[in-house]
């Protein structure tokens, strides 16, 4: 069975400063990995996946994530953190053959200026 | 460009009454998905259509929810003898084709409250 864990219900960070949002998972076989963020009052946005090929990836806005096998992680990394990052970030994963995503429980990111 | 349309917005409505709620994915999106977002339970799968298979209804949480997609397009959510633990905002999701890493498109959902 998918599962996701997103340890943090909330990061903090400064302006300016890098920022990390956690994410593990656990899948039957090659997990198909994604990051999301949800503005107040709207619906997801896709930010990045990691489907195979380099585990570092780069998305929309600035945002990359690595993934690892071996910790089973696929954390979210900004090199500098913008007051318009603040929402809701979730993780989620979908493994081979199932039809759904499964996603993590959310962070609330909050960039203080 | 266009992208995936949910409405209402917002429906409130008494217990008991039965409600639908309607998704316009991305045109040419032949996967479409409904999620169910909640304080208590985060982000709940929900139903999953994919051209013209038989849906994934393996989210449904009671025989008071269904679904259906008319002519591989539009999608109506519609429950049955409302709760109030319905009340949540209801996702609908597409994407393209059924390759399990493409992303799903969001709508901005429909935000249920059952009174």
């Known amino acids: 069975a998918q599962s996701v864990a997103q340890p943090e219900d909330q990061v903090n960070v400064a302006e300016g400063n890098p920022l990390t949002v956690k994410c593990t998972y656990s899948?039957?076989?090659?997990?198909?990995l994604f990051w999301y963020v949800q503005y107040p009052n709207r619906g997801l946005q896709f930010l990045l996946k990691y489907i195979t090929g380099d585990n570092l990836v780069k998305g929309s806005y600035g945002f990359e994530a690595e993934f690892n096998k071996s910790q089973t992680s696929f954390h979210l990394k900004k090199p500098s953190a913008l007051v318009s990052d603040s929402a809701l970030y979730f993780c989620?994963?979908?493994?081979?053959?199932?039809?759904?995503?499964?996603f993590g429980t959310g962070t609330r990111l909050t960039v203080i200026p | 460009g266009a992208g995936v349309s949910q409405s209402p917005s917002n429906k409130v409505t008494e217990k008991g009454k039965d409600v639908e709620l309607r998704c316009d994915p991305i045109s040419g999106h032949t996967a479409l998905y409904w999620y169910r977002q909640s304080l208590g339970q985060g982000l709940e799968f929900l139903i999953y259509?994919?051209?013209?298979?038989?849906?994934?209804k393996s989210g449904l949480p009671s025989d008071r929810f269904s679904a259906e997609r008319t002519g591989g397009s539009v999608s109506t959510l519609t429950i049955q003898r409302t709760q109030q633990e319905d009340s949540a905002v209801y996702l609908c999701?597409?994407?393209?084709?059924?390759?399990?890493?493409?992303?799903?498109?969001f709508g901005d959902g429909t935000r249920l409250s059952i009174l």
């Open positions: 999701a597409s994407s393209t084709g059924q390759g399990a890493g493409q992303p799903q498109h």
């Open positions: 899948v039957s076989g090659n997990p198909y």
């Open positions: 989620a994963v979908r493994e081979t053959g199932a039809n759904n995503l499964f």
């Open positions: 259509f994919q051209g013209n298979s038989a849906p994934d």
